[in-house]
């Protein structure tokens, strides 16, 4: 059996935020908590872009910033997200502003911008089977969903089951390496040929005819009257440039009203040189041996440099910093290109778990025997659209599933939340209360079928089906080598403990 256990990032220093030394702030749907903890100085001014994760004040990359001093709390957009209430968790928001050491900050300026709107074409579910992700094809463009991702206007089950969409979507993404996207958001909304939104590299030009292509569409412009925006001009409509377009489109060809610079641009320089910012990397971090520098990658169109004085958070090793991960960076602009990071932390999900929550305290869940702790950058979503927020999450009723990093803090291992999904309607099957999922690192097995331990939780297993690999091979693998084990498990509760019905090694995607 050829198998290949997956490379995880898994965070095994103390977490960042101690059980209970955070509150939640119950603003309308969100769900960020605020930061418990004594007030601090200026810790940095300039802009901070990542995925909204509440409200009440606007939440993005972990801190609080307040609207207060925002006129009548305007986004500058001119997609329709013209003011604070129409922001989504999961929308990836640009804040001009200050924030400090108390995990608070105060907003100047609040700025969105659609990565993609218009049809979809198609709708792919994870071919492996394991329901990890679905692909949408929007415009010649593929948009990966995840479970990270929100989702309005439909359900992320929904799109698992290949149903297609008829409407038009609304899409807020980070454009990967290869020129595919991660969407943080995506929304069905209703068709509206003369609102197109299309992002991507140009594949073809002719400027004698004013058109070039992206993906799978023509656009054509009028010199005379487009508007180029952030300095570009027609010359700059080249093979392999990104670019966004918006107008209005007939069949596969848009008509262009603007033409920009891609999404990128929500990372460039403010006339302030403090940064923090959530992306994928784009480049995976080089080496490069010189003094105080060892090395640097690439993401968000940015150059990031990493000395002997930057922080990993999240356990992070400098080898793990490939392309493709999620991340989020504090630190400041060398240049218009390069930033040189002060921290560095974890923004992708390597553990989840899903059933009813048992009980809630403080700033923490229990679902399965699993510790779920909230932190300022858990975003709370209800599957219909609904809002919620942590106070109001229901007990002993709904399903929940939760997306996020698996820590550890003294004998305590948990998930630090970053998503946490309600279901629409409660349980119906009394039987279903007491089912439960995680997928998380093996932390102990019995040499011989009895018990494995996973996220906290001690489960049976002498009755387990193990789906993808024989039990021995686990062992031999967690005694023999120093290999990350991530598995899934299906279990339940009962009145002698916790019982697994399956257990799966969880394999590389493209294994």
Same mark, same amino acid.
């Given at each position: 059996?050829?198998?290949?256990?997956?490379?995880?990032v898994? /965070?095994?220093?103390?977490?960042?935020?101690?059980?209970?030394?955070?509150?939640?702030? /119950?603003?309308?749907?969100?769900g960020?908590?605020g930061?418990?903890?004594?007030?601090?100085?200026?810790?940095g001014?300039? +802009? &901070?872009?990542?995925p909204?994760?509440?409200?009440?004040?606007?939440?993005?990359?972990?801190?609080?910033?307040?609207?207060?001093?925002?006129?009548?709390?305007?986004?500058?957009? =001119?997609?329709?997200?013209t #003011?604070?209430?129409?922001?989504?968790?999961?929308?990836?928001?640009?804040?001009?502003? %200050?924030?400090?050491?108390?995990?608070?900050?105060? #907003?100047?300026?609040?700025?969105?911008?659609?990565?993609?709107?218009?049809?979809?074409?198609?709708?792919t579910?994870?071919?492996?089977?394991?329901?990890?992700?679905?692909?949408?094809? @929007?415009?010649?463009?593929?948009?990966?969903?995840?479970?990270?991702?929100?989702?309005? /206007?439909?359900t992320?089950?929904?799109?698992l089951?290949?149903?297609?969409?008829?409407?038009?979507?609304?899409?807020?993404a980070?454009r990967?390496?290869?020129g &595919?996207?991660?969407?943080? *958001?995506?929304?069905?909304?209703?068709?509206?040929?003369? =609102?197109?939104?299309?992002?991507?590299?140009?594949?073809?030009?002719?400027?004698?005819?004013n058109?070039?292509?992206?993906?799978?569409?023509? @656009?054509?412009?009028?010199?005379?009257?487009?508007?180029?925006?952030?300095?570009?001009?027609? #010359?700059?409509?080249?093979?392999?440039?990104?670019?966004?377009v918006?107008g209005?489109?007939?069949?596969?060809?848009?008509?262009? #009203?603007?033409?920009d610079?891609?999404?990128?641009?929500?990372?460039?320089?403010? +006339?302030?040189?403090?940064?923090?910012?959530t992306?994928?990397?784009?480049?995976?971090?080089?080496?490069s041996? $010189?003094?105080?520098?060892?090395?640097?990658?690439?993401?968000?169109?940015?150059?990031v440099?990493?000395?002997?004085?930057t922080?990993?958070?999240?356990?992070?090793?400098?080898d793990e910093?490939?392309?493709?991960?999620?991340?989020?960076v504090?630190g400041? *602009?060398?240049?218009?290109?390069?930033?040189?990071?002060?921290?560095?932390?974890?923004?992708?999900?390597?553990?989840?778990?899903?059933?009813?929550?048992?009980?809630?305290?403080? =700033?923490?869940?229990f679902?399965?025997?699993?510790?779920?702790?909230?932190? +300022?950058?858990?975003?709370?979503?209800?599957?219909?659209?609904?809002? !919620?927020?942590?106070?109001?999450?229901? !007990?002993?009723?709904?399903?929940?599933?939760?997306?996020?990093? %698996?820590?550890?803090?003294?004998?305590?291992?948990?998930?630090?939340?970053?998503?946490?999904?309600?279901?629409?309607?409660?349980v119906?099957?009394s039987?279903?209360l007491?089912n439960?999922?995680?997928?998380?690192?093996?932390?102990? !097995?019995?040499?011989?079928?009895?018990?494995?331990?996973l996220?906290?939780v001690?489960?049976?297993?002498?009755s387990a089906?193990?789906?993808?690999?024989?039990?021995?091979? !686990?062992v031999?693998? *967690?005694?023999?080598?120093?290999?990350?084990?991530?598995l899934?498990?299906?279990?339940?509760?009962?009145?002698?403990?916790?019982? $697994?019905?399956?257990?799966?090694?969880?394999?590389?995607?493209?294994?």
């Amino acid at each position: 059996m050829k198998r290949h256990i997956r490379n995880r990032v898994i /965070g095994l220093a103390a977490g960042t935020v101690a059980f209970g030394a955070i509150s939640a702030c /119950g603003g309308g749907g969100g769900g960020g908590g605020g930061l418990d903890i004594a007030d601090g100085g200026i810790r940095g001014t300039g +802009s &901070s872009v990542g995925p909204v994760s509440g409200f009440g004040s606007v939440f993005v990359n972990g801190v609080e910033f307040s609207t207060d001093d925002i006129p009548n709390r305007e986004v500058e957009s =001119n997609d329709g997200i013209t #003011a604070e209430n129409l922001l989504s968790e999961g929308m990836i928001l640009r804040v001009e502003g %200050e924030w400090r050491d108390d995990g608070t900050g105060t #907003a100047e300026t609040l700025s969105y911008d659609d990565t993609l709107r218009g049809p979809v074409s198609q709708v792919t579910p994870d071919p492996s089977g394991a329901g990890e992700f679905v692909t949408l094809a @929007v415009m010649g463009q593929s948009v990966r969903v995840d479970r990270q991702t929100v989702v309005r /206007g439909t359900t992320y089950a929904t799109l698992l089951g290949g149903s297609q969409i008829a409407d038009h979507i609304r899409v807020s993404a980070w454009r990967q390496a290869d020129g &595919s996207y991660r969407a943080g *958001f995506i929304q069905v909304i209703d068709p509206d040929l003369t =609102n197109i939104e299309l992002e991507g590299s140009v594949l073809t030009v002719d400027t004698s005819l004013n058109e070039f292509t992206i993906g799978t569409i023509t @656009v054509q412009y009028d010199e005379n009257s487009v508007s180029f925006g952030s300095g570009l001009t027609e #010359a700059n409509l080249i093979k392999g440039a990104a670019l966004e377009v918006e107008g209005t489109m007939s069949g596969s060809v848009l008509t262009a #009203a603007t033409i920009d610079r891609d999404d990128a641009r929500r990372f460039s320089r403010s +006339s302030a040189d403090d940064i923090e910012f959530t992306a994928t990397i784009d480049a995976s971090y080089a080496p490069s041996g $010189a003094g105080t520098l060892p090395g640097e990658f690439t993401m968000g169109g940015l150059t990031v440099r990493v000395t002997d004085a930057t922080e990993l958070d999240d356990s992070i090793t400098l080898d793990e910093l490939t392309e493709g991960l999620l991340i989020q960076v504090e630190g400041q *602009f060398l240049s218009d290109t390069v930033v040189e990071a002060e921290e560095i932390e974890l923004r992708d999900g390597n553990a989840k778990v899903k059933g009813v929550i048992s009980f809630s305290a403080d =700033n923490a869940f229990f679902v399965g025997g699993v510790e779920v702790r909230i932190s +300022s950058t858990t975003a709370f979503t209800v599957e219909d659209g609904s809002g !919620i927020s942590f106070q109001t999450l229901p !007990i002993g009723t709904t399903t929940v599933e939760v997306e996020g990093i %698996e820590k550890e803090q003294g004998a305590d291992v948990f998930i630090e939340a970053l998503k946490v999904e309600v279901d629409d309607d409660p349980v119906d099957d009394s039987e279903d209360l007491n089912n439960f999922e995680l997928e998380g690192q093996l932390r102990d !097995i019995s040499p011989t079928p009895g018990t494995v331990t996973l996220l906290g939780v001690q489960i049976k297993d002498t009755s387990a089906d193990y789906d993808n690999v024989l039990r021995s091979e !686990i062992v031999d693998d *967690f005694f023999g080598t120093d290999a990350t084990i991530i598995l899934e498990v299906e279990y339940r509760s009962t009145s002698s403990g916790f019982i $697994a019905d399956e257990i799966e090694l969880e394999e590389d995607d493209d294994d």
